[in-house]
């Protein structure tokens, strides 16, 4: 299997896993708060995460350094911290399907962020799947609501 091939199986994977976990955010969140929901499902994804972690390399937090730390500590906070917690509050308000395509406009984005500040070429290819990713988010946040 091509490392291509791989990435792109553990890419769609993972849309799987947020897809359900969103399905199952849903449920939960009618008993918690979204604060709380997201403090549970932090602590346990880094307990989950640390596990695997050391499992498949020990050595690795030997190689961490302050300024690591600190990046990492920033992705955290506007990641998981931050993001999941707007996810989780938009969640309750307008539903699943509605806070999910909101979420779709992450690539757009990640790929203005990246044209800006990591020097990446605009192509064509992604000229054109931002306007995909806008049509369709625009699609389905101007459509009629599904109250539950």
């Not at 509605?98 to 990640?110: D, K, L, S």
Request: proline share 3%.
């Amino acid at each position: 299997m091509t490392e291509t091939t791989l990435g792109i199986i553990l890419a769609f994977s993972a849309s799987m896993c947020w897809a359900v976990g969103a399905i199952l955010i849903r449920l939960g969140i009618h008993r918690v708060s979204p604060s709380s929901a997201t403090f549970i499902s932090i602590a346990a994804g880094f307990i989950f995460v640390a596990i695997i972690a050391v499992i498949m390399d020990p050595s690795a937090f030997l190689e961490l350094n302050l300024r690591l730390l600190g990046g990492f500590a920033l992705v955290a906070l506007l990641s998981f911290m931050g993001g999941r917690f707007f996810y989780y509050t938009a969640v309750s308000k307008i539903g699943v399907g509605r806070a999910t395509a909101m979420g779709g406009a992450m690539p757009i984005f990640a790929s203005i962020l990246a044209v800006m500040f990591l020097d990446e070429r605009v192509t064509i290819q992604l000229a054109i799947g931002i306007l995909a990713v806008v049509i369709g988010v625009g699609l389905i946040v101007t459509g009629p609501t599904q109250e539950s």
